[in-house]
């Protein structure tokens, strides 16, 4: 899973002005691949970390932390994601790869003379998961080998049940694991007060997000699905620190003020919809323009539901401010890939009921086998269980040339048709 | 009431007129390349052989790929509402639908009130759909007509082992080389066909009654095929099979 760029602004209002969450999201994106740069020429040490990595941990320590999962998305966000695809292919790597994965190799081993954007400062560590990406892994391993430098694999049991015991200590033994490495390659020594300050801070953001989730309670929806993804960018990028708690709570008090004066992203809101997978970065403006004139909202998504839960919940699952370790062992499962068919229903069969879902969109991401894999059985049961319409989509999250929009809009339009026929039947 | 459904396909534009739900007209034109015409050009011709003015008439419904290029439509419905609607109309029991239409397949589950309760469609491989049997057939230098025919004589149909149009017809030229009867490589090309739209029920589930609509179901080659594979009858109506999209529509102009 991933996030989004300041840029996909579908944070706007029905007036298409930013919002100034919006805004604020552009201002700190930019001040983070900035500083990136500026640190690095001041020569701190870098480590690039897959996004499920806990960040926590790494604040820990005075470094800098690039997410390359999120370049990807904001490449593919700009419009320029399938040229960096293409730049991947040339140089051996199969179109049959994670478009993320061919953007980023693209963009680091072969940067195009005029880029637009200026790759992440180069690492000195690398540390991954591998517990929502199978891919993951091999794909660092390029850098591991090119850059000649560490590379780190959290080994996550995957969860056909709520994590028990051993898979906790597991996990928290390869965490101490991960802050001896850094001890030893940067001289630094590890903080675990910085780390409880960012778990806390973390914690407090998760309520804003909460809390701005929950505008999509309201009928009609206060956002729409393209919001949250937009603002996950913060999420991925910042967790842990200040202005991700910043961010949020403008988010979350922004949104409840414009629910309040009846301000909402689809006024006339007559179908509400479920996305089951990543956001399709390159189609974020055009599939919200394209529904809300169809009266159609995407309301929820289980890829930005589930920050800040465990296994199976749509809930947070709050820091106690004890042990951040220990929390962050917890929640290391929090996104919906690594979960086993029942859990990954269960999340969906509550969604459907807490947000009043008339029907669900699964999309069928080329890119992300991990997510779509289990997709047809989870919509057969959707079907048979809860009377719930839905349909398959063909995406890519980054590459567009694997879309088709009209393809895709015909099946959201049968959708909108057989939810009509539903609530006139049933 | 009397209601107009235009079905503007990739191949062939439809129109349906009906009258309280009785066909009072229907005419098959092919789109060509400007849709626009080809909808206005099937529709006035369905008016004519009615025998009523457009004025008489109380809503045009539009579907199919081209759905939207009719300005005077009432409104438009996507062609998987609306073969859904029209295989309910000629069979009243049917469970489920297999449309090949000219550039795309589909497979509708059915559900109380002709309500559709799943849907798979192949847009995006020329192989299943009616674009590959018209190439196929220009292979073997045939019509449409004769290339489904021939099929039927075959005892002991080629094996067409790819799934891409283009390379079929590579596998097809080679099998002609390597002399192998004309019907043989047409059987082969059905059976091959037949297996990419069985994979597509079973992906959902099969559910008898099935029936077959647009303009691939009055090839008797495939509907033998398709029964051969999927090891059951299937129902088809020549005369409404093409039609049958264009009916749903007229029938959704309806209210229904």
Request: include cysteine; charge should be negative.
């Amino acid at each position: 899973m991933t996030n989004s760029s300041q840029e996909n602004n579908t944070n706007e209002n029905n007036t298409n002005t930013k919002t100034k969450a919006g805004e604020h999201l552009s201002k700190i994106m930019k001040e983070f691949y900035i500083n990136q740069h500026l640190d690095a020429q001041a020569g701190k040490f870098c480590v690039w970390a897959a996004i499920i990595v806990p960040l926590e941990i790494l604040r820990g320590f005075d470094i800098i932390v690039g997410i390359p999962e999120n370049y990807s998305a904001m490449t593919a966000s700009k419009g320029l994601g399938s040229a960096q695809c293409e730049r991947s292919h040339q140089l051996g790597f199969s179109p049959d790869l994670c478009s993320y994965a061919r953007i980023d190799l693209g963009n680091n081993l072969y940067p195009p003379k005029d880029a637009q954007m200026p790759p992440l400062p180069r690492p000195d560590l690398i540390i991954t998961d591998n517990n929502n990406c199978s891919l993951l892994a091999k794909w660092f391993d390029v850098y591991h080998r090119e850059y000649n430098i560490p590379h780190f694999i959290l080994d996550v049991p995957f969860c056909y049940n709520p994590q028990d015991y051993d898979g906790l200590n597991y996990i928290l033994s390869q965490y101490k694991d991960i802050i001896r490495k850094i001890e030893n390659m940067t001289g630094q020594k590890y903080d675990i007060d910085k780390t409880r300050e960012a778990m806390n801070n973390t914690n407090e953001a998760l309520k804003h997000w909460k809390r701005f989730m929950n505008a999509a309670l309201h009928k009609p929806a206060g956002i729409t699905a393209f919001d949250s993804f937009v603002q996950m960018a913060t999420f991925v990028t910042l967790r842990g620190t200040p202005q991700i708690v910043e961010q949020y709570k403008l988010l979350a008090d922004e949104t409840e003020v414009r629910i309040a004066e009846k301000i909402f992203p689809v006024p006339d809101e007559k179908y509400r919809l479920l996305w089951d997978n990543i956001a399709p970065w390159h189609q974020l403006r055009k599939m919200s323009s394209r529904l809300k004139q169809l009266d159609a909202n995407i309301v929820y998504a289980t890829y930005t539901s589930c920050l800040g839960t465990i296994e199976g919940g749509i809930d947070l699952y709050e820091y106690d401010g004890v042990d951040p370790l220990k929390h962050l062992a917890r929640t290391q499962n929090f996104s919906v890939c690594p979960y086993g068919l029942e859990l990954r229903y269960e999340v969906i069969e509550k969604l459907v009921d807490r947000c009043g879902i008339d029907g669900m969109v699964f999309a069928n991401n080329k890119s992300c086998k991990v997510y779509s894999l289990m997709q047809l059985d989870i919509q057969k049961r959707l079907i048979d269980k809860l009377k719930i319409p839905s349909i398959m989509i063909d995406v890519d999250h980054a590459d567009v040339t694997r879309y088709s929009e009209e393809g895709v809009f015909i099946r959201i339009e049968a959708l909108l048709e057989q939810i009509d026929r539903y609530k006139n039947v049933c | 009431m009397i209601t107009a459904g235009i079905d503007i396909g990739s191949n062939t534009t439809k129109a349906v007129l009906m009258d309280n739900k009785s066909i009072i007209a229907d005419r098959v034109i092919f789109t060509g390349y400007n849709a626009r015409d080809a909808a206005n050009e099937v529709f006035e011709l369905a008016v004519k052989d009615a025998g009523i003015s457009k004025n008489d008439i109380d809503k045009i419904i539009c579907t199919g790929y081209g759905r939207d290029y009719m300005p005077e439509a009432d409104r438009t419905c996507t062609e998987i509402t609306c073969h859904a609607l029209g295989a309910r109309y000629t069979f009243p029991d049917a469970g489920s639908v297999i449309d090949i239409g000219g550039q795309d397949s589909k497979y509708i589950l059915l559900g109380a009130d002709g309500m559709v309760l799943n849907f798979i469609m192949n847009d995006k491989c020329a192989a299943g759909t009616g674009r590959f049997m018209e190439v196929m057939a220009r292979a073997l230098n045939m019509d449409l007509e004769g290339f489904a025919n021939i099929s039927l004589e075959s005892e002991n149909p080629s094996r067409i082992s790819s799934l891409c149009s283009v390379f079929a017809e590579s596998e097809v030229i080679s099998l002609i080389s390597a002399g192998a009867e004309r019907s043989d490589i047409s059987a082969g090309l059905h059976d091959s066909i037949a297996s990419r739209i069985v994979a597509m029920v079973h992906r959902i589930g099969l559910k008898e009654p099935v029936i077959m609509t647009g303009g691939c179901a009055k090839n008797k080659g495939l509907v033998k095929a398709l029964e051969k594979n999927l090891a059951i009858k299937i129902m088809t109506d020549n005369k409404t099979a093409q039609i049958n999209g264009a009916i749903g529509a007229a029938l959704k102009g309806m209210g229904i």
